[in-house]
């Protein structure tokens, strides 16, 4: 049912594990979106995932026709890695608005052709990195940035699951798969963020499932302030989601980091004189968030989230292009290209 207030209606690009389970769910969820399309390369599949969120959301057979949609106002891009740039600024090019999926593009100057084609075509475009509208982390990155540790000296960052589908994109060189892009992206991010500048020298391990698929890698950043990171990332290991903040007079250690879940979640809070405190915050489904917020800024209501932009996207990638680039050539120190 359309929201009383004015809203956006989206398509949907493929039918993607992570729009079925999460993304699309939270947009029919959303106070300002309604689901109006779904296209796959597989008319029935199309049919069937359209059926799933409702009997008027329209299906179809190829992506262009979607584009092609005229009640379409946005659309989500839940395509392998190597897909998005294509069909984002295809979009873009249509007249849609573009939620991308994480991370936007493989390479940084990817990601700006991107933003470039957004600013052409005067629309929206933003990376779906979901976690950055969660309230706890925006409540932990905001005592940083208030001086709540003192000065934030090092970041370590780790994400790690086991990937036990032989045939997931996430292994296919081709589709741009591999840990470093699929879940290093993460702490990189993280990293960047918490530490509030850009790192200028990045080196890295990784032990490959094939030539050009990271299966494991572990990771150092070297920012201009004398500021340090570790970054690890895996994707044949049990679940790790973890980020620890380490400042001058005290620290923040942070479980259950990126995915989370929609129940309460906290962070630990470790003072100068070394006592812990734990705090709580409330559970919230951050997809929806992220969906609600793209949508507000479309609609150009005053709001106040996280900037999650193309340029912010290439910040990310150009860190992961310098580890990757280190791994490669076993783990000599990269500059990081700006
Ligand atoms: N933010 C998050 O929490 C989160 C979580 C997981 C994944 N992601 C991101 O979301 C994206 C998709 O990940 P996923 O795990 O959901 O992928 P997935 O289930 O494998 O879905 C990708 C979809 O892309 C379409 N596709 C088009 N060309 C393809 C090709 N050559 N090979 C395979 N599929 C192709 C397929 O849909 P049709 O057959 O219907 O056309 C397929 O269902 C990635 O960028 C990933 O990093 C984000």
């Not at 940084?108 to 706890?136: D, K, S, V």
């Not at 990155?141 to 996430?170: N, S, T, Y």
């Amino acid at each position: 049912m359309a929201p009383e207030q004015p809203y956006l209606t989206w398509g949907v690009l493929s039918t993607a594990n992570i729009g079925r389970k999460v993304v699309v769910p939270a947009i029919v969820a959303s106070s300002n979106g309604v689901l109006g399309a779904v296209a796959s390369r597989d008319a029935g599949q199309a049919r069937d995932f359209a059926d799933a969120f409702g009997a008027d959301v329209r299906a179809y057979g190829r992506y262009e026709d979607l584009l092609d949609d005229p009640t379409i106002d946005a659309v989500y891009v839940p395509l392998p890695n190597a897909l998005h740039e294509d069909w984002t600024v295809a979009a873009l090019e249509a007249g849609k608005h573009v939620l991308c999926e994480k991370p936007l593009a493989p390479t940084a100057a990817a990601c700006r052709r991107m933003g470039e084609a957004a600013e052409a075509a005067e629309r929206l475009l933003m990376e779906a990195f979901m976690y950055r509208f969660h309230p706890r982390t925006r409540a932990v990155a905001k005592l940083v940035r208030d001086g709540a540790i003192g000065r934030p000296r090092q970041v370590h960052a780790a994400f790690a699951f086991a990937l036990r589908r032989p045939d997931d994109v996430r292994w296919s060189r081709a589709l741009a798969g591999g840990a470093l892009l699929d879940v290093g992206s993460y702490a990189v991010d993280a990293a960047r963020r918490l530490l509030g500048e850009e790192p200028v020298e990045a080196s890295a391990f990784a032990t490959y499932a094939e030539p050009g698929v990271d299966g494991e890698l572990v990771g150092q950043l070297r920012f201009a302030s004398g500021a340090l990171a570790t970054v690890a990332c895996a994707l044949t290991l049990p679940r790790l989601e973890r980020v620890q903040v380490v400042g001058d007079a005290g620290r923040i250690d942070v479980d259950r980091a990126f995915v989370g879940g929609r129940e309460a979640l906290a962070y630990d809070l470790t003072g100068a004189d070394g006592v812990t405190a734990r705090h709580v915050v409330d559970g919230v489904d951050q997809y929806r968030l992220m969906v609600e917020a793209f949508a507000d800024r479309v609609l150009g209501r005053a709001l106040d989230a996280p900037v999650s932009d193309a340029a912010e996207a290439a910040r990310t990638v150009a860190v992961l292009e310098a580890l990757a680039a280190s791994a490669v050539r076993g783990g000599a120190p990269v500059a990081i290209a700006r």
